[in-house]
């Protein structure tokens, strides 16, 4: 498989020919990756990645003929996860998101590009927060 390297200069991002297939990596400026996808006939396929200029994971998923597929994590530029999406084959998906230290504090469903439902929990994670601060 075919694998193309370029620096993206000037952060607006670096895309490959309509019908690529290979692997596609990107690299910040200062040499450190900046992503790593697999294309085939132009479309994403594979596990998608993509680095903060520091070197952490920024985002990590999986897709299937250019759709997103599965979970997919974002992690913050210090290396914390702080959200994480599941795509269904129906076209739709659900959004968790993390506080610092961990701890689940909402939660949304889409269909059709447009929020159903959502949950949140910031009263206990503030709370538990407040207490890893204050009560140690």
Request: net charge negative.
């Amino acid at each position: 498989m075919e694998l193309t390297k370029v620096v993206d200069e000037h952060g607006f991002g670096c895309y490959p020919p309509q019908d690529y297939t290979g692997i596609w990596e990107v690299y910040w400026p200062n040499g450190v990756i900046k992503s790593r996808n697999r294309y085939i006939d132009g479309k994403e396929e594979g596990e998608q990645l993509c680095f903060w200029d520091n070197g952490n994971l920024a985002q990590v998923g999986q897709a299937k003929n250019g759709h997103c597929i599965g979970l997919w994590e974002d992690f913050s530029y210090e290396g914390l996860r702080f959200k994480e999406t599941d795509y269904y084959s129906d076209g739709n998906f659900q959004n968790r998101f993390y506080d610092p230290i961990g701890n689940l504090y909402s939660i949304s469903e889409w269909s059709n590009d447009r929020p159903r439902k959502a949950k949140n929990f910031f009263v206990n994670t503030y709370l538990k927060i407040w207490r890893l601060i204050f009560y140690r």
